[in-house]
């Protein structure tokens, strides 16, 4: 006995479909504002915790920290965030 094989979205097989591209306007996750508060306090924190550190914790002296950037900012592309 033959099997009938059942195809997700066969339609698209049928003929050609029409592409989108593009997004549309880009949605901040926070507006310059909100994301200069927030990064104000978190350099804030870094600073008072990083002033109780023993002197053996840092690297040559200095204090090492990571920046971690939010990945909808990740290319060069993306327009300025203070608008």
Do not use: C
């Not at 927030?38 to 690297?59: F, G, H, M, P, T």
Request: hydrophobic content about 30%; glycine content about 8%; charged content about 25%.
């Amino acid at each position: 006995m033959p099997k009938n094989i059942l195809i997700g979205y066969g339609e698209t097989l049928t003929r050609k479909m029409p592409r989108k591209f593009g997004g549309g306007e880009k949605s901040h996750p926070y507006s310059f504002t909100e994301a200069k508060a927030r990064l104000k306090e978190q350099l804030n924190q870094l600073v008072s915790k990083s002033r109780e550190l023993d002197q053996r914790a840092l690297y040559n002296g200095h204090l090492v920290a990571k920046l971690t950037v939010h990945p909808s900012y990740l290319a060069k592309s993306y327009p300025d965030v203070r608008q």
